[in-house]
């Protein structure tokens, strides 16, 4: 499908245009899922998009599924809530690194741990974007962001890792750069049965690439194609050779572990005197 007749097929023209400053990779990133949903052939009445509150969880109301904005970190409680009313839905959860890691920080790991079925994408562009640049639970130590006009001193989780050490049964990352690569790690994560997670580096120039003077949006994909590596390459490097590199890729797979839906309904049957 070409790019214009995948615009009228999956956006709601009358949102349009959307609001992200020009050179944000939001789009990328919503394009991604797109693309994705494409690939898988999904009928769009079987994808449901749910997103929190930021700057790219505005997403949900320009694509054209079944879609819910929702409050600030609370996209998770909502989908849990949707995929329990509905397994057969195809759940994808927009959301950003503040709405995801801070506020709902506490969902997403829940929601890790029991496994259900859908699909995060979370898009780090490593600040809190629409409120004002505010550093985030992912923006790096030492940057500057309003809250942090000196530096930031404190670590940044490994999002990853967290929902890896969690309970998620598919994990990836990409960046807007590798875009190719990001909508087939965001396909993968929606065909995987279990709680899959893609964080999608993006850049934001507005709120953190003017704060800590990282050039243009074209500047900030240069600086994701030279620091994102393929998993194994990523592997083969020393711990120094290492430092300030992140691997791109299916960073984890499990298969096999019980899904929350199906162990949810199999208690309703023995609870009802079935077996
Ligand atoms: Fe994109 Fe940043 Fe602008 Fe938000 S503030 S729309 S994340 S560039």
């Known amino acids: 499908m070409k ?54 969880s505005r997403a949900s109301g320009y694509l054209d599924f079944n879609t819910v904005h929702s409050a600030h970190g609370r996209a998770l409680p909502v989908a849990t809530g949707v995929k329990l009313a509905d397994p057969g839905l195809n759940v994808i959860v927009v959301t950003g690194d503040g709405d995801a890691s801070a ?29 004002g640049g505010q550093y985030s639970p992912l923006t790096p130590e030492h940057s500057k962001a309003t809250t942090a006009p000196y530096g930031n001193v404190e670590k940044s989780f490994d999002i990853p890792t967290l929902v890896k050490a969690a309970g998620a049964t598919f994990v990836a990352r990409a960046t807007t750069f590798h875009a190719p690569l990001l909508a087939d790690l965001i396909a993968q994560g929606i065909a995987h049965k279990g709680f899959s997670l893609i964080e999608a580096i993006t850049a934001c ?8 003077k990282l050039g243009g949006p074209g500047d900030m994909i240069k600086w994701q194609r030279d620091h ?25 797979k499990a298969e096999g572990v019980k899904e929350y839906t199906e162990a949810y309904d199999e208690l309703i049957v023995a609870a009802q005197g079935g077996k």
């Open 3 to 56: 790019m214009e007749e995948m615009i009228d097929t999956y956006f709601r023209p009358g949102r349009l245009p959307h609001i992200w400053c020009p050179g944000c990779g939001n789009g990328i990133v919503t394009g991604c899922i797109v693309k994705a949903i494409n690939k898988l052939d999904l009928q769009k009445d079987s994808v449901a998009v749910i997103s929190g509150i930021g700057c790219s």
């Open 228 to 252: 994102g590596l393929q998993l194994a390459a990523y592997e083969k490097l020393g711990e120094e050779q290492r430092a300030g590199k992140f691997p791109i890729g299916v960073l984890y």
């Open 103 to 131: 506020i709902g920080g506490n969902h997403l790991i829940h929601a890790a741990r029991r496994n259900i079925d859908m699909t995060v994408v979370l898009y780090n562009n490593n600040i809190y974007g629409m409120t």
């Open 205 to 212: 120039p507005i709120s953190f690439g003017r704060q800590n």
